[in-house]
């Protein structure tokens, strides 16, 4: 049989293949939209709700950014520095600090947001001579998927190269490569601090935390001021996205996913939300889409924010009165309300084999904490915090930051000058006035009036406190 070639056809014949291939597509098309129109209207609602969860982390994220990086050099007060800069952290925050719920006495901060878009970045992570640090990556889905540090790489002198999911390259042999999954993205990095007298030793293994373009490196580099955009809101970038009309949210989600990509897991949501018009990377026109996937996705919004405003409190598992956020964090598969939730409530989270962080609200009767009553935790000798790094409590008051109080005592773990008892357990005294002489240096103040929480936090925990094996004692109340 002879096989003759479309160009080989007479004219006539290819014009009315041309009309006939295009009736064709035009009637499948046809087709795949009434299928879709046909959708029950609950089945669209649904997807209209995923698709915001799926989103909302990398909306969060850019939003982030840009309030971190809108500055001309770095600011260690707000943490913020222009990209591809690091910001240090120079002290704790005392009870005169507002900008960040539920800080840390335990760490110095260190962040930079990276953009490798262009070329690599080479990051210099000094010596720091056994002391327990991380510098976790995340990419703009939130993921944690790196984190070097003392638990991963050690405490030597590396050189670090993050590099774009499309770079190619040679890179010297004395470089840890590290292929991010989008462009830009985020280190959180943190540094173990024993205390204000500790500042110094800490200053100055950030001042060896060096990043540079790889064009740049092995020379003299000295990174170029920032620019500042003065239509970049400040407000806190919760209230930012929560601001958004549906056009503004979804749109701006389609606009960012055409640089990062979604993740290869990610396919039966993709297909999901394909079927009311949202594909990633391709345009999205929210005034055109159908009136009820419109309805559904102005719908989703608010419903979705009320769950992820009120998700934490019943987010991880309760044991004896401790909220214990284990797995999914840092990592979340596709669990997309997971990280959704987290990027609302505590963005830039790490995998848990680096930190946990039960929290407690109530003591043991169930009764909400009180300053004006006394309260011990008492660890006994093999119930004490199973960590490889070090352990500590922190107390809150009401509006979830640090409590004044007469010794400026925010935090208690295991890196003070703690008294054991002779058995080997540790009793720790939570209250508003003095335990006694004998007994303050066991004492974590509470607030002078009002209600508080507190927060256990375990660096490197031990595989005890992961498996549940390791339960943080009830805090009784004793007066």
């Avoid at 991010?180 to 500042?199: E, H, L, Y």
């Amino acid at each position: 049989m002879t096989r003759h070639s479309y160009f080989s056809w007479p004219a006539r014949s290819r014009r009315m293949a041309v009309v006939a291939i295009g009736m064709f597509l035009s009637l499948a098309a046809i087709s795949s939209a009434r299928a879709d129109d046909q959708l029950p209207s609950e089945e669209i609602a649904q997807i209209a709700q995923e698709a915001y969860y799926y989103a909302y982390p990398l909306v969060i994220m850019d939003v982030t950014r840009q309030v971190s990086t809108n500055c001309e050099t770095p600011d260690p007060s707000h943490l913020s520095a222009p990209m591809n800069q690091f910001a240090n952290a120079a002290q704790f925050p005392d009870a005169n600090f507002t900008e960040v719920v539920r800080p840390n006495a335990d760490t110095l901060y260190s962040t930079l947001w990276f953009d490798v878009t262009n070329e690599p970045l080479v990051i210099h992570v000094p010596d720091s001579d056994g002391r327990f640090y991380l510098l976790p990556m995340i990419d703009m889905w939130t993921d944690v998927f790196a984190s070097p540090g003392k638990r991963t790489t050690g405490t030597a002198e590396q050189t670090i190269a993050i590099v774009g999911p499309k770079w190619k390259g040679d890179l010297p042999k004395t470089m840890y490569v590290i292929r991010a999954p989008t462009s830009v993205g985020w280190i959180i990095g943190r540094t173990q601090t024993n205390g204000k007298a500790d500042f110094g030793n800490v200053h100055k293994f950030q001042a060896g935390l060096r990043a540079i373009p790889l064009s740049a490196w092995g020379t003299n580099y000295t990174p170029p001021n920032g620019k500042i955009d003065s239509s970049v809101s400040a407000d806190p970038p919760t209230e930012q996205v929560a601001r958004m009309d549906v056009a503004e949210f979804f749109g701006r989600f389609i606009e960012l996913t055409k640089a990062n990509p979604p993740h290869p897991n990610d396919y039966p949501i993709l297909a999901r939300m394909k079927r009311i018009g949202l594909e990633p990377g391709k345009p999205f026109d929210f005034a055109k889409a159908p009136a009820n996937i419109r309805a559904a996705l102005t719908d989703a919004i608010p419903i979705c924010q009320k769950r992820l405003t009120g998700g934490l409190a019943s987010a991880g598992t309760v044991v004896n009165n401790w909220g214990m956020l284990l797995s999914p964090i840092g990592t979340y598969g596709t669990d997309y309300y997971r990280r959704a939730l987290i990027a609302y409530g505590g963005l830039g989270a790490n995998v848990i084999e680096d930190a946990i962080y039960p929290t407690a609200f109530v003591d043991s009767d169930n009764s909400l904490f009180d300053s004006g009553k006394k309260y011990v935790l008492h660890f006994s000798k093999e119930g004490i915090p199973p960590v490889r790094a070090f352990w500590s409590l922190t107390m809150y008051n009401d509006n979830q930051l640090f409590a004044h109080n007469p010794i400026n005592r925010y935090a208690i773990g295991d890196r003070d000058k703690m008294e054991f008892n002779e058995d080997g357990s540790l009793t720790l005294y939570i209250q508003r006035d003095s335990p006694g002489k004998d007994k303050e240096n066991n004492w974590l103040p509470a607030p002078e009036s009002g209600g508080f929480s507190m927060n256990l936090r375990l660096y490197w925990p031990k595989p005890e406190a992961l498996d549940g094996t390791w339960k943080p004692p009830a805090v009784q109340r004793v007066d």
